[in-house]
């Protein structure tokens, strides 16, 4: 029963969010799944779990590399820039933990997700 009230209220929240705390949202999900992964990084179903967390990882960053290519795209040139030259070296990392995994590795991503994330949460001015 609480379930269903639980994704209800989710739902609600989705729809009233901005487009930035989407974001936000997103970024934060798939550091805590990476994070879950190097904390937990003995357990048996890690491969499974860590692939998981890779891909969504980087199925975001693909989404944000074709938003950020986009001719009408409203951001600055140079912001456009930065976060694509990011959003590169997330894409570098992920292929070097996919093909050498250790959860040290992990670290970098986690951080530049959390990072951003916060940053789309401060209000623009």
């Keep these: 029963?609480?379930?269903?009230?639980?994704?209800?209220?989710?739902?609600?929240?989705?729809?009233?969010?901005?487009?930035?705390?989407?974001?936000?949202?997103?970024?934060?999900?798939?550091?805590?799944?990476?994070?879950?992964?190097?904390?937990?990084?003995d357990a048996s179903d890690r491969e499974a779990r860590l692939q998981n967390a890779l891909?969504?990882?980087?199925l975001i960053w693909s989404v944000f590399q074709s938003e950020l290519s986009k001719e009408e795209n409203p951001l600055p040139k140079k912001l456009k820039e930065d976060i694509l030259s990011l959003s590169a070296f997330i894409d570098k990392r992920i292929f070097e933990i996919m093909a050498h995994p250790t959860s040290e590795k992990l670290a970098i991503i986690i951080s530049i997700n959390l990072n951003l994330a916060a940053g789309l949460r401060v209000k623009p001015e």
């Design 55 to 58: 891909r969504h990882n980087q």
């Design 1 to 41: 029963m609480y379930a269903s009230q639980l994704q209800s209220y989710k739902q609600v929240h989705k729809v009233s969010m901005s487009p930035r705390e989407v974001e936000a949202s997103v970024l934060t999900k798939a550091a805590m799944m990476l994070k879950e992964c190097q904390d937990n990084w």
